[in-house]
Structure formats: C-alpha cells, structure tokens
C-alpha cells in the first residue's frame, strides 16, 4: 500500500484541490483562485546552516507542492506564492519547518533579483542598492504555506513559533512570531465543508469521522457526493484512514456507501468463520479432555475401586466440581 504522505503529496498537486484549499483559507470560500491560473514551481529549496569551522553546508529541503498563483483581487492582480504541506501524523515542529521554507523562498526571490540586475543594464541609483543587489523599488511576492492535515485526530502541536519557545513572557514581544496556516478536519465545522467546491470537501469530511463508525455511515448516507466519488478520493481516504474499503478495481467512479457496506459484510463473514473455527477447535479440545476422564474412570473401576474413591480421584486429577464428577460417572455407566 503506497505510503500515506506519499498519496496525500500526489493528491494535493492536483490544481483543482490546491485552489479549493486556498480558497478556504483565504476567501472562506469564494472561487477567488482557480486551477488555470496556477503555475507549478520547483519544490527544491537550498539552507545553507554552518558545520564545522563556520563552513557552510548546503541542505537541500523540499516542499510538498509550490505553485505560484495570479488572482485577481478587486480587479488588481494579486501575485502570490502558495506552498502546502500535507501532514497525516501531527507534527510538533511544523510552525519553524515552515517559517524556514518561506524564509529560502524569500532569500531566493532576492538572490534571482539581484542576479537579473547584474546581468541587465539597469544600473544601481546607489551604492547600497549595488551593494545588496535589491534595488529601492524592487519587491518581493508574499509566501504562503498552509499545512493540511489529513488525521481524524485534534492539532495537538504549537500553532505558532511562541508555542514552541521556552522563554519568559516580557522576552516574547521581542521575538517575531509566525502562525501555522492549518486545515484539520476535526477542526472545521459541518456547515463549514460546503466552503469546499471540490472532492476535497467529501474527503476532508470522511476523515474527520473516520474514527466514528456510527457517524461516518451517517455522513455517507446524508451526502449524495459519496455515491459518486472518484477512485483517486477514493483511494487517498483510503490509505489516509486505514478504512480498508473494498471495491472493484477497475471502478473509476466509486460509491463510498457500498464500499463501507461490503467492507463490513466481509468483516461479518470473517468473523462468522472464525467463530466457527474456534467453535471447532474447542469441540475438539472438549472431546478430548472428556475421553481422558472417562478413560479414568474405567481404568478406576478395573483396578475394583469404588464409586466413592473414583469420584475423589477424578475430581483432583481434572479440576472438576463434584457436580461435574457425577455426570461423567453417569456417563460412563451408560457406556458400559
């Protein structure tokens, strides 16, 4: 089965999610962003930490997914660089991961700046501006990271770079914050998924419910999407919930309410035929352990015991109660 992180990464390249999910975050909703006007971009970033004698060593991190986006806002051009990262545990570090990629995608910006002023023409209006290669009227393009979260589960982990700082509540002010951008389906209201305008809303509600069988068939059954959903929804929610839904493989449209339903008929049979098989080997253990005392008893009368001293024997040598004692002395007297 394909890794988690794995699924919800290709799941979430998808321009049409992508946008659904900004488009949540950002406009609560509205269809501000849409999938044509993103543009996919290198998801490969370059931190250069220092090791050893304050030499630096180049780290490479990568992003989930990065597209830039041209959305027009109040009939201006709003250019934006829109990162996500899909998470399917809590992660306690999330809020300095991602301050850390928005961080290289800044210095980045600035870096190609500088370097298409050094291969243009335009000269620098002073020495500072050639000096840091940033010109005066240069600008950069917000980034933004959103951190989606595909657990049933609460956020447990720092929203925030304060939340993660062991420090003294008059230091704080002093300390530049960044807040996790974060999308948790446990988090997000009922009426709040029709905000989503995509598939990602059917899924983000199955894995918030995930964990309540009860509920979850509800959901199903309550939401006319579940009886169309496309195999790749279908399989992401899948894995990401560990559901084990069964349904044919070659469906390219699958109906959620079936695959639960078959998922537990054969859950039922499963158990039926364990059931039966446990029922079996305990018959089997039952009529052996009743031959063995009935052989006793035999073998005691053989020997000329009495009645008596063949019933105390068999009750300390099997553990039984006197009650039981009696019918297997019954037992063997109508074998005789």
Not at 86 to 113: G, I, K, W
Not at 162 to 171: N, S
Not at 202 to 215: E, M, P, T
């Amino acid at each position: 089965m394909a890794d988690k992180d794995t699924v919800t990464k290709e799941y979430m390249q998808d321009s049409a999610a992508f946008a659904d999910a900004f488009n949540f975050l950002l406009y609560d909703g509205r269809q501000v962003i849409r999938p044509e006007q993103l543009k996919p971009i290198d998801t490969t970033a370059v931190a250069l930490p220092y090791g050893e004698d304050r030499q630096p060593v180049p780290i490479q991190k990568y992003r989930d997914v990065l597209k830039m986006v041209t959305a027009m806002e109040d009939e201006n051009a709003a250019y934006l660089l829109l990162g996500i990262e899909n998470q399917s545990q809590v992660h306690y570090a999330m809020p300095a991961r991602n301050m850390l990629y928005d961080a290289l995608q800044y210095v980045a910006q600035a870096e190609n700046t500088a370097k298409s002023h050094r291969q243009g023409s335009e000269k620098a209006a002073s020495g500072a501006e050639f000096l840091s290669g940033f010109y005066r009227t240069d600008k950069l393009l917000p980034v933004i990271t959103l951190t989606l979260y595909f657990g049933a589960d609460e956020w447990t982990a720092p929203k925030d770079l304060h939340g993660m700082l062991a420090a003294k509540a008059e230091i704080l002010p002093f300390v530049d914050n960044y807040h996790l951008h974060l999308i948790a389906p446990a988090e997000i209201e009922d009426g709040d998924f029709e905000k989503f305008h995509t598939e990602l809303r059917l899924a983000l509600k199955y894995v918030k419910y995930s964990k309540d069988k009860h509920r979850l068939r509800q959901v199903l059954q309550e939401d006319e999407g579940y009886t169309s959903i496309s195999r790749k929804t279908a399989d992401m929610v899948n894995i990401v919930t560990g559901s084990d839904l069964h349904y044919h493989e070659g469906e390219e449209q699958v109906n959620m309410c079936l695959a639960i339903e078959e998922m537990r008929k054969d859950a039922k049979k499963e158990g039926i035929e364990q059931g039966i098989e446990r029922g079996i080997e305990q018959g089997i253990e039952q009529g052996i352990e009743q031959g063995r005392i009935l052989g006793a008893i035999g073998i005691c009368r053989d020997l000329g015991l009495d009645s008596g001293e063949i019933l105390a024997r068999i009750i300390g040598k099997f553990s039984l109660t006197r009650d039981e004692a009696e019918q297997y002395m019954e037992m063997a007297s109508a074998q005789a």
